[in-house]
């Protein structure tokens, strides 16, 4: 354990590269009984609850390591964030994030019956984001209005070609660095339960991807993304060039991170006025 502490000490440093966005309040709160945190922009224009479920390869992270990057979503987006703080492995194996997550949006979707809400998770937290969907589909309740995903982490086998294709680019992730975090995270659980991309999905809310050419996870979003579009025509798939897993995470203010916040205000402007044209777009389609 000394050196998972290890670990998630380092990764919550990273919550220090920039200060917060002083603009923005931050209210911790137990939702049925789970720690999260409410981020509450000074100026709030829309009627949207965003649910963040954060990357740490599924045994790291917290408000210390997101606080920083989740308020300047919340300032720009000019919509309140809630993040979850869900159960981590190796002392909470699957499905104990999952059973966190949908207690949380149970509670949500009871109390905030006007509102839209919107997921969003990086790295493994977009990973979980789509099994609490499967969930969600499981146990027929609705659907959140929208999804945003960075850097996803979705195949926990990591046998995709550009874990080797992008292994000498990739500073962050190794595919022994995951393939170790997932099998701390499945426990005695097989890949073929545990991992989201084993999910066979027949509905989908609209969706944004954004991934870096960069990372040894490429593969994750253009999979996901090709399985998805025929089920939801309202799905983006963004490719930044040279940028490296959950780049605003390292600098929030970067020219990259920036355009990726500007692109997920659009999504969520584009989320208000649906048409039934609305087309499957990708940044690497020629």
């Known amino acids: ?34 720690s999260c945190y409410w981020f509450i922009p000074e100026k709030e224009v829309t009627n949207k609850i965003i649910v963040h479920l954060h990357g740490g390869a599924f045994v790291m992270g917290s408000i210390q390591s997101y606080g920083s990057m989740i308020s300047h979503f919340s300032a720009q987006l ?53 099994s609490a969907i499967g969930k969600m589909v499981q146990q027929q309740l609705q659907l959140p209005q929208g999804v945003m995903m960075i850097s996803p982490w979705i195949n926990l086998t990591c046998d995709n070609a550009s874990q080797e294709d992008n292994r000498t680019i990739d500073p962050i992730l190794s595919k022994e ?34 991934v870096g050419t960069n990372e040894v996870l490429l593969d994750d979003s253009k999979n996901f993304y090709n399985n998805i579009k025929g089920i939801q025509p309202n799905t983006t798939l963004s490719i930044y060039e040279s940028q490296l897993h ?10 990259a991170a920036q355009k990726a916040i500007a692109e997920m205000g659009a999504f969520l402007t584009a989320l208000q006025n649906p048409t039934s044209t609305s087309k499957a777009v990708s940044t690497y389609e020629k």
């Open 1 to 34: 354990m000394n050196e998972i502490q290890n670990r998630r000490n380092f990764f919550d440093s990273l919550g220090q590269n920039y200060p917060e966005n002083k603009s923005v309040e931050i209210q911790h709160a137990l939702i049925n009984g789970v």
């Open 78 to 130: 000019q919509t309140r964030i809630l993040f979850v703080d869900y159960a981590l492995a190796p002392e909470h194996p699957y499905p104990n994030a999952i059973n966190d997550i949908m207690d949380v949006y149970e509670r949500l979707i009871s109390d905030y019956p006007n509102r839209e809400i919107i997921f969003m998770g990086d790295s493994a937290g977009a990973g979980l984001t789509l």
């Open 177 to 210: 660095y995951l393939f170790g975090s997932a099998k701390l995270y499945t426990g005695d659980v097989p890949f073929a339960i545990s991992s989201p991309e084993y999910i066979e999905f027949d509905q989908f809310p609209p969706t944004l991807i954004m």
């Open 246 to 255: 959950v780049w605003p995470l390292a600098n929030v203010h970067s020219e």
